[in-house]
């Protein structure tokens, strides 16, 4: 079935640092990739998605582009904040299923003053 | 904006009581989705609707129930609860998540 793989945490960067959270996904079919953020005792927000190949999802400074070829959905944001510190999970859903949502384990991120 | 509105953030209860958690959503979605979220275990889907009064089992429907009378609402139902069913409970709209309940049974 459908899955999504993603980095394991935690990842501690510095303020101001690049950061890269890895996420590979698979899939039969053409699915919808998402980046969700998760603070602590919150819900899941969205912060940004993809529904086809070549795509590039972008909010609040993060990135992913929707690449086929490597199935890959990698999240980057060019020079991170403390208030970033979060749990991010990948995910991906499939109109012909549903639209059920399938995540990855998340990354746990935090980000250093 | 997209709201999906979960309509208790805390909840205590005890073991046995049947127990609803309500979610509505403004945007006339069909689907709708409910999951709980446990440490180590990530998010599971226990039940999922596409329609008004259609609903679908997810991975873990056991000991839970759900009801779609209108479209907006999607409720999930414990019908004796039990205290493996603390948790953190999300409702999606689609792609869209509430801001959880935490349902602690005792």
């Known amino acids: 079935g459908d899955s999504v793989t993603q980095m394991e945490g935690p990842v501690t960067l510095s303020e101001e640092a690049f950061l890269t959270i890895n996420c590979t996904y698979t899939?039969?079919?053409?699915?919808?990739l998402f980046w969700y953020v998760q603070y602590p005792g919150e819900g899941l927000q969205l912060l940004l998605k993809?529904?086809?190949?070549?795509d590039k999802g972008s909010n609040k400074g993060f990135e992913a582009t929707y690449r086929k070829e490597t199935t890959s959905f990698h999240l980057e944001k060019g020079s991170v904040q403390v208030s970033d510190s979060a749990v991010y999970f990948c995910?991906?859903?499939?109109?012909?299923?549903?639209?059920?949502?399938?995540f990855g384990k998340g990354t746990r991120l935090h980000i250093l003053p | 904006d997209v709201k999906v509105t979960q309509s208790s953030r805390y909840l205590v209860k005890r073991t046995g009581e049947k127990v609803f958690l309500e979610c509505v959503q403004d945007?006339?979605?069909?689907?709708m989705f409910w999951y709980r979220q446990d440490p180590g275990l990530g998010l599971r889907l226990i039940y999922f609707?596409?329609?008004?009064?259609?609903?679908e089992k997810g991975d873990i429907p056991e000991g839970y129930s759900v009801s779609r009378e209108k479209k907006e609402r999607f409720s999930l139902i414990l019908e004796s609860a039990s205290t493996n069913q603390t948790s953190m409970y999300l409702c999606?709209?689609?792609?869209?998540f509430g801001q959880g309940t935490r349902l602690t049974v005792v």
């Open positions: 995910a991906l859903s499939d109109r012909n299923r549903d639209d059920k949502i399938i």
């Open positions: 993809a529904t086809k190949a070549d």
């Open positions: 999606a709209s689609k792609a869209f």
């Open positions: 609707s596409y329609d008004v009064k259609m609903k």
């Open positions: 899939a039969t079919g053409y699915p919808s």
């Open positions: 945007m006339d979605h069909e689907n």
